[in-house]
């Protein structure tokens, strides 16, 4: 009998999978983590720098797991069924929860918008003299024709860019002259306080930090990304497509929200080793923050610090505009989607427009802009964890996600993370 020769075949005829390039998983996770170190988030984290050191610094460490669970769910369930979070929601709950719950988004998402617009022009006029007014205008404007008139693929291309501005906060924390031990000490063996100001500021991260409008957001941005492909399909309706796209999802979460998470405790440890070893403890903006970090840190880091503030802005109100367009384009059953022309898309586009023109509006009311982002986080504590809930409920269910519902170990985070946040309501109405 003749010798059966084994014929190896040749590489090129194992076709391997290409294996995508960093910039190709940086996509959706990326942009909502960095976008989360809005210029109110900046204050919240100067605020707990500057009154209590290194101390609260732990709590970016325990939200980071707890973060990257429930945006990963966000962005599967995207991914999975082709809609967003509200309009998923709307085919398995009354309609009038899921117009409370939207009108709550809305009024939270366009108070920070105005608290946004007033910090960058805040941090504009500390550099170069232009009047509040106009830069509010300025900002407002430009952000408005980014969002409507730019090309989709072109605009998160510009989103992309501007998360570089976090890098401001990092570099801050190298020229602050922080005592490393110390602040290593203070973050991983923090000194707890039980009183309601550290408690308060306690709920303020964790409530900065998981933000409902993330979560609209991150799965909204899953189906435009989606439906720009031509090849792409929701993974419902192609589980061939599913391996590459899941651990896309999953690797782009765990960087988006652990480089917001650094930036955070980068703000954190700057304004420890600067405001509160000096005695400043009192910060209520980020512009102040900024300012005070000029006679202690130098004019280098000040500089540094206020052009952070311009950069996650932009970056930062087009999120919270397109996140309440997208929830109420889909609790309307609108056309919705960044990739359509505004003239296709008039509602969700013209959403975009009057949350930006009532954001930058509040800025010349007599509403104290301090009270009203407080009243935005007690919106956003009431929102997120019915909405998580929700949430947690949808992924679980296999008439949801077909074969894609959630994992034994994703599923505990992401109820863990619900748990963490009602339990961090309640501790905010407590200390109010």
């Known amino acids: 009998m003749a ?73 599967q369930i995207g991914r999975v069924t082709g809609r967003g979070v509200t309009g998923n929601m709307r085919r398995f709950m009354p309609a009038w929860s899921l117009y409370v719950i939207v009108a709550l988004l809305l009024g939270a998402n366009t108070i920070n918008i105005g608290a946004d617009l007033g910090a960058m022009a805040a941090a504009l006029k500390l550099l170069i003299p232009v009047p509040m007014p106009i830069a509010i205008a300025g900002f407002t404007l430009v952000s408005v024709l980014l969002e409507v008139f730019v090309r989709y693929s072109r605009y998160v291309s510009v989103l992309k860019w501007l998360t570089i501005s976090l890098f401001a906060y990092v570099a801050t924390v190298f020229i602050a002259g922080v005592p490393w031990g110390k602040a290593a000490y203070g973050t991983f063996l923090p000194h707890l306080q039980f009183n309601g100001g550290y408690l308060t500021v306690i709920v303020a991260v964790l409530g900065t930090t998981i933000s409902p409008y993330l979560f609209f957001w991150q799965a909204a941005e899953e189906v435009e990304k989606e439906k720009e492909d031509a090849d792409a399909r ?45 005695g400043i403890t009192n910060i ?93 986080a007690v919106i956003n504590g009431v929102v997120a964890v019915p909405v998580m809930v929700i949430m947690m409920l949808l992924a679980s269910r296999d008439t949801v996600m077909g074969e894609f519902t959630l994992g034994p170990i994703l599923k505990s985070v992401g109820w863990l993370a619900t748990a963490v946040m009602a339990a961090a309501a309640l501790g905010m109405f407590a200390t109010m």
């Not at 960095?34 to 900046?42: E, L, N, R």
């Not at 700057?270 to 070893?277: D, E, G, I, R, S």
Request: with cysteine; net charge neutral; proline share 8%.
């Open 3 to 75: 010798d059966v020769q084994r014929v190896e075949p040749s590489p090129e005829e194992v076709k391997q999978p290409p294996r995508p390039k960093l910039h190709e998983v940086m996509g959706p996770g990326l942009i909502t983590g960095a976008s989360d170190d809005d210029p109110s988030g900046i204050a919240t984290y100067s605020q707990a720098g500057a009154q209590f050191g290194y101390a609260t610094g732990w709590t970016l460490l325990l939200s980071y797991p707890l973060m990257c669970a429930i945006q990963q769910i966000s962005g």
């Open 234 to 278: 929701p993974l419902a309706d192609a589980p061939e497509q599913a391996p590459a796209e899941l651990q896309r999802i999953r690797w782009d979460t765990y960087i988006g929200m652990g480089f917001s998470n650094l930036v955070a405790l980068a703000i954190v440890i700057t304004t420890a080793a600067t405001l509160n070893a000096h």
């Open 284 to 376: 209520t903006t980020s512009a102040e923050a900024a300012l005070a970090l000029k006679p202690i840190a130098g004019r280098f880091a000040f500089t540094v610090f206020a052009v952070g503030i311009i950069g996650t802005g932009l970056l930062a109100v087009p999120v919270l505009a397109g996140s309440a367009a997208y929830a109420m384009g889909e609790a309307f059953g609108w056309p919705v989607g960044l990739a359509m022309k505004a003239k296709r898309a008039k509602a969700f586009y013209g959403t975009i427009v009057v949350a930006f023109l009532l954001g930058a509006l509040l800025n010349f009311s007599p509403i104290d802009p301090i009270k009203a982002l407080f009243w935005s």
